[in-house]
């Protein structure tokens, strides 16, 4: 069982780029997790950002695919997030995340959050 | 994206009482559907998974059912620490959705 600390700037300027690290504790960077980013705005339900595995592959929302970045440091035990560009849109509790997936009698491939860290609040304003 | 209608919000109920939140989507997603409770300043933690599988350590009061389009969270006897807020999830496309939240709070 892994935890999860997110840390970064808590204020962004428009326009700018946020960035966020993920510190990871009590695992392997290698293990058969997915290293993940959600967020939540306020008001509003979560929303999953994207995700890494060890040997690099990525996936994206479609929404933030061309502004959003995962990387992973093994050696550091850490993955991070970029977001270029943010708006006050982009205001929100950021979370990091592992992804267990499964594969259902149909062969679907399904899933859940398994564990989180505890947020952080990124606040883009001027 | 599968659109993922959650209700009532808020729920008020009292240390004790039986609640339950229900969860509708826009099409099917057999059982392919997560419950989390998520409180200010702590990490969310995922209590159910494909629609009534309860995850190691969750306690017994939670419960969950259904599939297709209309499922359910239940807590038999509601704690003083269960007052919280509880998200439906899909898992059943590749852009896994949320539902808006329920709030369970003290009558």
């Known amino acids: 069982q892994v935890h999860l600390q997110e840390s970064g700037p808590e204020l962004v300027k428009p326009a700018e780029t946020l960035s966020l690290i993920c510190a990871v504790s009590?695992?392997?960077?290698?293990?058969?997790?997915?290293w993940t980013w959600v967020r939540q705005a306020p008001g509003k339900g979560p929303e999953w950002i994207g995700e890494?595995?060890?040997?690099?592959?990525?996936n994206y929302s479609p929404s933030l695919s061309s502004r959003a970045t995962i990387s992973v440091d093994k050696s550091k035990k850490q993955f991070s997030l970029r977001l270029t560009s943010v708006t006050a849109a982009d205001t929100a509790v950021y979370y990091c995340?592992?992804?267990?997936?499964?594969?259902?009698?149909?062969?679907?491939?399904?899933?859940?959050?398994?564990?989180w860290g505890q947020g952080t609040l990124v606040t883009v304003s001027s | 994206d599968i659109q993922m209608t959650q209700s009532p919000s808020p729920l008020s109920a009292s240390v004790g009482d039986r609640v339950t939140i229900t969860c509708r989507t826009n099409q099917s997603i057999d059982n392919l559907l997560n419950w989390y409770q998520l409180k200010p300043g702590k990490a969310p933690k995922v209590l159910i998974h494909g629609a009534s599988n309860l995850l190691k350590g969750v306690p017994s009061r939670f419960s969950g059912s259904g599939s297709g389009t209309q499922f359910s969270l239940s807590i038999d006897s509601l704690q003083p620490e269960d007052f919280a807020t509880y998200h439906c999830q899909q898992s059943y496309t590749s852009l896994w959705t949320f539902g808006h939240g329920t709030t369970v709070e003290v009558k």
């Open positions: 890494i595995y060890h040997t690099g592959t990525r």
């Open positions: 995340a592992t992804t267990y997936y499964y594969q259902t009698l149909s062969g679907r491939r399904a899933g859940f959050f398994d564990q």
């Open positions: 009590g695992g392997s960077m290698s293990s058969s997790n997915w």
